[in-house]
């Protein structure tokens, strides 16, 4: 996960409980998504004070990345019993490799970066 995304004590106890509990899964599809689960309750995404600035949307854009590195292993998961179990083409495991991070970065990722730029430099002419 990203440097900026935090957990808590508690997050940290759930996600290594979860990690554990995963183990017993009976399916590389079950172990993936109760990691996913784990992952996602781990997670605490950055609220935004009264007064935001670019490190404030540079922090949503950490959440973003941090949701892809749960949620994209299960997508992956499912593709792996996709090309094993039901004979798609192995030339299609990019379909199943790092989704959710394609679809974020350079969009929503560009997005929040280039408002952080935007909001960085609107400060820099307020404080001169």
């Given at each position: 996960?990203?440097a900026s995304t935090?957990f808590t004590?508690?997050?940290?106890n759930?996600?290594?409980?979860a990690?554990m509990?995963?183990?017993?899964?009976?399916?590389?599809?079950?172990?993936?998504?109760m990691?996913?689960i784990?992952?996602?309750?781990a997670?605490?995404f950055?609220?935004?004070?009264?007064?935001p600035?670019g490190?404030d949307?540079?922090?949503?854009?950490?959440?973003l990345?941090?949701?892809?590195?749960?949620?994209?292993?299960?997508?992956?998961a499912?593709g792996n019993?996709?090309?094993?179990?039901?004979?798609?083409?192995?030339?299609?495991?990019?379909?199943?490799?790092?989704q959710?991070?394609?679809?974020l970065?350079?969009?929503?990722?560009?997005?929040?970066?280039?408002l952080a730029d935007?909001m960085d430099?609107?400060?820099k002419e307020?404080?001169s």
């Amino acid at each position: 996960m990203s440097a900026s995304t935090t957990f808590t004590q508690g997050r940290l106890n759930l996600l290594k409980a979860a990690n554990m509990i995963a183990q017993w899964g009976e399916t590389d599809i079950e172990r993936a998504q109760m990691r996913a689960i784990a992952g996602l309750a781990a997670l605490a995404f950055h609220e935004i004070p009264n007064c935001p600035c670019g490190s404030d949307a540079r922090a949503l854009r950490d959440d973003l990345e941090g949701l892809w590195e749960v949620v994209d292993p299960l997508i992956e998961a499912i593709g792996n019993v996709a090309i094993s179990e039901l004979g798609v083409h192995r030339s299609n495991w990019r379909e199943f490799n790092r989704q959710l991070q394609s679809a974020l970065e350079g969009n929503a990722t560009y997005v929040l970066e280039s408002l952080a730029d935007e909001m960085d430099e609107t400060m820099k002419e307020c404080a001169s």
